[in-house]
């Protein structure tokens, strides 16, 4: 017997029913024209999903290696920048001393260079101290503090070490040991990172990861020691005369010459760095446009299909609704009329 008999008295719940099965067809069909992907993957594959499965897993693990990628592309670009600014005061400062006169400058000269120093001896530091999304970049893997103390401290340790020493040559050689040897004060006092973090892995599917360098470096070490040097010349605790004073302001402009191939070697390691992380970026953008285009291969819905089915349900659902509103007007006395 038809459900749709007026004698039968399951016509409301199946009316009902049918209301009900129609527009969650409605639902799925538009979610299916919207997204222009199956709202069942698992009987539209037949419920053969293990490709699709392996797909997914895939893409979840390119994301996860793309985002690692960003965070480090972001901290090299920092280091990089930073690396320029401690490059920039290297460079100021060494040229600033060549310039003077070899012998005979006025003291007030040198102390004015050695201000200068102190100075960018400051900026170097709070170069190498950035932080980027809440993480200082030449910390290693101690990224939740800054990698060196101030600078004012450091000229403070420095000077009480060298202040007794008469000669240039001896508190070069006193800095140098304060900045290079192993137990020495920046190992013990003006370092506060690490070891070396690692950078992003090189693809998906390796361990590898890049070194990224830390304040602690030897380039790093040998640009700063020079500053220090320098800077010293301004340092009136010093026990040296004018003479001395003079010979310092030349050994610490050789030291910052001589600083300058590791540094620009270590910019150029960065360098490397961002070109193979611009790299890693495109790889990622390859493999991951490949799997969604194989993905919607398998779970992809012709759109025009879909708003043909969402237009037939629409229009099965408003006849629905026009029957179950001429059946609810149904009495004995509308009959009898």
Not at 31 to 57: C, F, V, W, Y
Not at 81 to 103: C, F, H
């Amino acid at each position: 017997m038809s459900w749709f008999s007026l004698g039968s008295l399951t016509l409301p719940y199946q009316l009902q029913r049918q209301g009900v099965a129609l527009r969650s067809d409605m639902a799925r069909l538009g979610q299916e024209l919207t997204t222009g992907q199956t709202a069942n993957p698992q009987r539209h594959l037949q419920g053969d999903i293990a490709p699709l499965a392996a797909i997914e897993t895939r893409l979840a693990r390119i994301e996860s290696f793309t985002q690692s990628s960003k965070s480090t592309a972001l901290r090299v670009d920092a280091m990089q920048n930073a690396m320029g600014q401690l490059e920039a005061a290297r460079s100021d400062i060494s040229s600033k001393l060549l310039l003077s006169p070899n012998s005979g400058a006025p003291e007030d000269m040198l102390r004015s260079l050695g201000t200068s120093a102190s100075h960018a001896l400051g900026s170097a530091v709070s170069a190498l101290s950035l932080s980027v999304a809440g993480q200082t970049a030449f910390s290693g893997t101690a990224t939740d503090r800054a990698p060196l103390v101030p600078a004012a401290q450091i000229m403070s340790e420095i000077s009480a070490r060298v202040g007794a020493l008469t000669t240039a040559d001896a508190i070069v050689a006193e800095v140098n040991k304060a900045f290079h040897d192993a137990g020495e004060l920046f190992d013990t006092s003006f370092y506060q990172g690490s070891e070396a973090g690692p950078g992003a892995k090189t693809s998906a599917d390796s361990g590898d990861a890049a070194r990224l360098p830390t304040a602690a470096d030897t380039p790093i070490r040998a640009a700063l020691s020079g500053l220090v040097i320098a800077a010293l010349l301004a340092d009136d605790t010093l026990a040296i005369d004018q003479d001395a004073r003079q010979d310092l302001a030349r050994q610490g402009a050789l030291a910052l010459i001589d600083a300058g191939p590791a540094l620009t070697g270590m910019q150029a390691g960065l360098g490397d760095e961002q070109a193979r992380l611009d790299a890693q970026a495109v790889q990622f953008t390859t493999e991951r446009d490949a799997l969604t285009s194989a993905r919607q291969g398998m779970i992809g819905v012709d759109p025009y299909e879909a708003a043909m089915q969402l237009e037939q349900t629409r229009v099965q659902l408003e006849t629905l609704y026009t029957v179950t509103a001429r059946t609810s007007r149904l009495s004995l006395t509308e009959y009898l009329r």
